[in-house]
């Protein structure tokens, strides 16, 4: 959407007027800016380095899907966190729960992320309201948003999106879907063939070497012609 598009063109024109490591930028965001982090950060994974959701006002089918009209189903799946979970396998996600806020002590959108391989946490802070950057200056959490560059090669890419207006991530692209605005989902892992150097202790010989393998490349995907 609109705020989507925002985000994006602040972040390319902040890229051009200053000296900005492409490698190190990270998106955080409180309420609706936690849900709008979490979106725009798993539609676009490989444009950042980690998400911060802070008490997030974000929702998932069982809160409410069937209340919508047919019409507006294709519209809310884009931005429903389950569908997006696959999309952080290559960035951490923080959660940061306010305990007398929205979001409390759940870890349901933690397991998700945690539950296709990426890497995500849950910290709720006992008795905080919604926004409790009054008691507890958000700035806090840019030490643990900021450790890690933007991972640009891994080895494993989990992409989910129901339409190409969201196609790519990493090295992958879809260029056509089966059927548009239904779930679609690419996993593709390469294997370069190298081995990891075994370790040797100091003063032992050297190990042989690991026998050589082909590149490998494995691609599995749902509604998407591959």
């Known amino acids: 959407g609109i705020?989507?598009?925002?985000?994006?063109?602040?972040?390319?024109?902040?890229?051009?007027?200053?000296?900005?490591?492409?490698?190190?930028?990270?998106?955080?965001?409180?309420?609706?800016?936690?849900?709008?982090?979490?979106?725009?950060?798993?539609?676009?994974?490989?444009r950042f380095g980690s998400i911060t959701p802070i008490d997030p006002a974000m929702w998932s089918p069982e809160d409410g899907e069937s209340a919508l009209p047919e019409w507006a189903l294709p519209q809310a799946a884009v931005v429903q966190p389950p569908k997006l979970f696959a999309n952080a396998r290559n960035i951490p996600v923080f959660f940061k729960n306010a305990g007398a806020g929205i979001q409390r002590t759940s870890t349901k959108f933690s397991d998700g992320v945690v539950g296709e391989g990426g890497f995500a946490t849950m910290e709720s802070f006992p008795g905080m309201p919604h926004h409790f950057a009054p008691q507890m200056s958000y700035s806090m959490f840019t030490g643990e948003a900021t450790l890690l560059p933007i991972n640009r090669h891994p080895a494993e890419v989990k992409f989910s999106?129901?339409?190409?207006?969201?196609?790519?991530?990493y090295w992958v692209t879809i260029d056509r879907?089966?059927?548009?605005?239904?779930?679609?989902?690419?996993?593709?892992?390469y294997d370069d063939g190298k081995s990891p150097t075994p370790f040797r202790r100091p003063g032992a010989p050297p190990a042989p070497p690991p026998p050589a393998r082909?590149?490998?490349?494995?691609?599995t995907t749902a509604n998407i012609n591959a």
């Open 161 to 169: 999106t129901t339409t190409l207006r969201y196609d790519r991530a």
């Open 214 to 219: 082909p590149p490998s490349l494995t691609i």
């Open 3 to 46: 705020g989507e598009e925002d985000v994006l063109q602040v972040i390319d024109e902040v890229e051009r007027r200053f000296s900005v490591d492409p490698d190190r930028v990270f998106i955080m965001g409180h309420s609706m800016g936690g849900a709008g982090a979490f979106t725009v950060g798993l539609h676009y994974p490989d």
């Open 177 to 189: 879907l089966t059927h548009h605005n239904r779930d679609s989902k690419v996993t593709a892992t």
